[in-house]
Nanobody, 123 residues
Framework: QVQLVESGGGLVQAGGSLRLSCAAS????????RGWFRQAPGKEREFVAA????????DYADSVKGRFTISRDNAKNTVYLQMNTLKPEDTAVYYC????????????????WGQGTQVTVSS
């Protein structure tokens, strides 16, 4: 069974940092692009960051550019999201996803999704 499992979420004060991980099991995603999306209460799911299969290409939402960094370790079948200088508006459930081809910010290109991890940033 293919699974993507996020971890690392939690409660943090504004200005703090968190590192999210997304571990895959059931198959190798070393040739898949990976992405992070988030969904705040009452809002649609939105793109956060994406990374190509080899890590050479990354894209970020304007709202997180310069604060978040996406990376991957193909040997561990894991993708990460380092989040610095967190703001209350970053509060959301964060989801990781996998796409056979580079998905970028396009939600529909991703075929595998995790269950999400809650990130709460207090002011």
């Amino acid at each position: 069974q293919v699974q993507l499992v996020e971890s690392g979420g939690g409660l943090v004060q504004a200005g703090g940092s968190l590192r999210l991980s997304c571990a895959a099991s059931g198959r190798s995603f070393s040739t898949y692009a990976r992405g992070w999306f988030r969904q705040a209460p009452g809002k649609e799911r939105e793109f956060v960051a994406a990374i190509s299969w080899d890590g050479r290409r990354t894209d970020y939402a304007d709202s997180v550019k310069g604060r978040f960094t996406i990376s991957r370790d193909n040997a561990k079948n894991t993708v990460y999201l380092q989040m610095n200088t967190l703001k209350p508006e970053d509060t959301a459930v964060y989801y990781c996803a996998a796409s056979q081809y580079y998905g970028g910010s396009v939600y529909s290109r991703y075929t595998y999704w995790g269950q999400g991890t809650q990130v709460t940033v207090s002011s």
